[in-house]
């Protein structure tokens, strides 16, 4: 029988793991733990050895008890807590207790009276509001009966929805006093930022020659939605910036287009260009999205940019990987004829022929402006992407060297992950939504898709650093770097990961020039 005082401490909690504790499963259906919010639970712990080792049967117990020593304790011994509950209670104390309990409903009915109800003469305090919580906050608040324990006069009732809402979910906020949820706040907020931004996108287009510098600059931290066609024909070199040249641009380079059309896509069945053909034709079916892309006036036009493209590039041809970078252009340009939010699942058929001629065009001059800064990576052998990965591993070895180190010692090889992250400038890792909201950025700097690029792979890396160095085997490793769990990112995320990639240019800028010496 273990004493007096261990068996007080029997039951209490610890923060090392015991027998039954719920350990977090990570999947496709499992996004991970924010380690902002479950920052305790990242907590390095010892490698448990693969050879079973046979533990003591008589220290095991001991062990536990050990473990277990820090649980509740109400600061009362087992003999004192049975004795306090075979006491039998003061029938006068307990009419007083029930007494003050009504007296103080009382008084909290008197605190939610409406203005309505008070005398003329009467008017009612000015209420305390309790301190915001910061929106970058993300610790619990403390419960209602935590915090307001009682309502007595002159405190503010209001205050108790406030500080109720911010722990219940949005939808049960409403009903709390008639409190507006802090949602709906900051969505409204949100709203008028971003009205705000539009209109200075608006103004700076409106002029007679467009400032292309303001304009990246603006365009750094993502472009509305309204305006994003045209500033990315802007920003591409596709468009000049004075505003009189552009329909006579527009008309000729589209003009030029589809003359390419008329010229060589019957060529397409020749025995030189089968093969091309042939493999155009069987990736496009695979790309994303495919209620979009199945669609067949959807998969004639990507057919015709993509074979345009490899038969005017022969120094390339088409590469897999190529095919990838035809839909953010499409989709933005498609959206100025689509009134639907989500443009994944939109019917092109309604927009009209003339329309579908135009968004063709813009995408295949805009598409081959983003392939002339890049086409290295699409050459024999793919040189650029060799020396780009080379250069993400020399970038990781400075920016963290644990996690380059981690890798190494797995024998895990940045060739095989980061070839695609290169090949398909992460469209495969991100959703849709999020390419276009990088892709704003990347048209904003200076060599985006070839240079900056390169620091956000290697923010990719620093931001799933945690559960990198938690995986211990070369196989899950590698499916983890390969099926990063992005699949409920938005353009706050993407925002973050641009932030932290400008960041490690800033420090790291000398980094991807290395290997150009």
């Given amino acids: 029988m273990a004493s007096d005082g261990a068996r007080k401490q029997f039951w209490k909690r610890s923060n090392s793991k015991v027998p039954g504790s719920i350990q977090h499963v990570y999947g496709a259906q499992h996004p991970p733990f924010d380690p902002l919010l479950h920052g305790t639970l990242l907590r390095a712990t010892p490698k448990v050895p693969t050879t079973p080792v046979k533990a003591k049967r008589g220290s095991t117990f001991q062990e536990f008890e050990r473990n277990t020593s820090d649980a509740w304790d109400a600061g009362e011994d087992d003999d004192e807590l049975l004795a306090m509950a075979a006491e039998s209670l003061n029938t006068a104390v307990v009419m007083e207790t029930a007494n003050r309990v009504l007296r103080n409903h009382s008084q909290r009915q008197g605190c939610h009276k409406p203005p309505e109800a008070l005398g003329p003469e009467q008017k ?121 040249r552009r329909p006579a641009t527009l008309q000729r380079k589209q003009k030029e287009y589809f ?181 704003d950025t990347y048209q904003s700097e200076p060599e985006g898709f070839a240079h900056f690029h390169l620091y956000v792979c290697a923010a990719f890396l620093v931001r799933w650093r945690k559960e990198i160095l938690e995986e211990r085997d070369f196989q899950e490793l590698l499916l983890f770097l390969q099926n990063l769990p992005t699949a409920h990112w938005g353009d706050e995320d993407v925002s973050l990961l641009l932030a932290e990639a400008y960041r490690l240019k800033f420090v790291f800028a000398d980094a991807p020039n290395h290997y150009k010496k």
């Fill in 124 to 244: 009612p305090k000015p209420s305390v509001e309790p301190p915001l919580v910061p929106s970058g906050d993300l610790r619990l608040v403390k419960s209602v009966s935590e915090s307001h324990t009682s309502c007595p006069a002159g405190s503010a009732s209001d205050a108790v929805p406030l500080q109720r809402s911010l722990s219940l979910p949005p939808s049960a906020t409403v009903a709390l006093g008639g409190v507006p949820e802090p949602s709906t706040l900051s969505s409204s907020a949100l709203s008028e930022r971003e009205a705000s931004r539009l209109d200075k996108f608006k103004q700076l287009l409106a002029g007679p020659n467009t400032d292309l510098e303001e304009l990246r600059k603006l365009s750094w931290s993502g472009i509305p939605k309204p305006v994003r066609a045209i500033t990315w024909k802007l920003l591409s070199g596709y468009l000049p910036a004075n505003v009189d």
């Fill in 259 to 439: 003359a390419f059309i008329d010229h060589y896509y019957d060529s397409r069945t020749d025995e030189v260009h089968q093969d091309t053909y042939r493999q155009i034709h069987i990736d496009i079916p695979r790309m994303s999205p495919e209620a979009l892309i199945l669609q067949p006036k959807v998969t004639e036009i990507f057919e015709r940019i993509l074979f345009i493209w490899a038969i005017r590039h022969p120094a390339s041809g088409y590469v897999q990987g190529i095919n990838d970078l035809v839909t953010p252009f499409f989709v933005v340009f498609i959206c100025e004829y689509i009134d639907e939010e989500d443009v994944d699942t939109a019917d092109v058929s309604c927009v009209p022929a003339d329309a579908l001629r135009n968004v063709e065009a813009d995408t295949y001059w805009c598409m081959s402006r983003l392939l002339d800064g890049i086409q290295d990576n699409y050459t024999f052998a793919q040189p650029g992407i060799q020396m780009k990965v080379k250069i993400l591993e020399e970038l990781v070895s400075r920016i963290d060297g644990q996690v380059h180190r981690h890798l190494d010692q797995h024998e895990v090889r940045y060739l095989q992950f980061a070839f695609r992250w290169m090949n398909n400038l992460l469209m495969r890792e991100v959703p849709l939504r999020c390419t276009i909201r990088l892709w």
